[in-house]
């Protein structure tokens, strides 16, 4: 199965688990991985057990990449 199609296919329930914003397809080592973008990484021993994203998703590794908040900057015409 393409990268495309597992990173469809376990978009949805990656977006449930607690800080994931966002899943997209990168590069790292010179190989495809599925990256999740989370506003905090944190350490496994944090997570509930189902709450930890998997290292492998169908034969291709996962990447968490830690974006931080994006907050959304209103301009005010005052």
Do not use: F
């Not at 688990?17 to 899943?23: Q, S």
């Not at 496994?44 to 998997?54: N, V």
């Amino acid at each position: 199965m393409s990268i495309e199609r597992v990173k469809m296919k376990y978009e949805e329930e990656l977006l449930q688990l607690p800080n994931v914003t966002g899943i997209g397809i990168g590069e790292k080592a010179g190989k495809k991985v599925i990256k999740i973008l989370v506003t905090h990484k944190l350490p496994e021993s944090a997570l509930r057990p189902r709450d930890i994203i998997p290292k492998m998703l169908d034969g291709y590794k996962t990447d968490v990449y830690e974006i931080g908040v994006v907050r959304m900057q209103t301009l005010n015409n005052q």
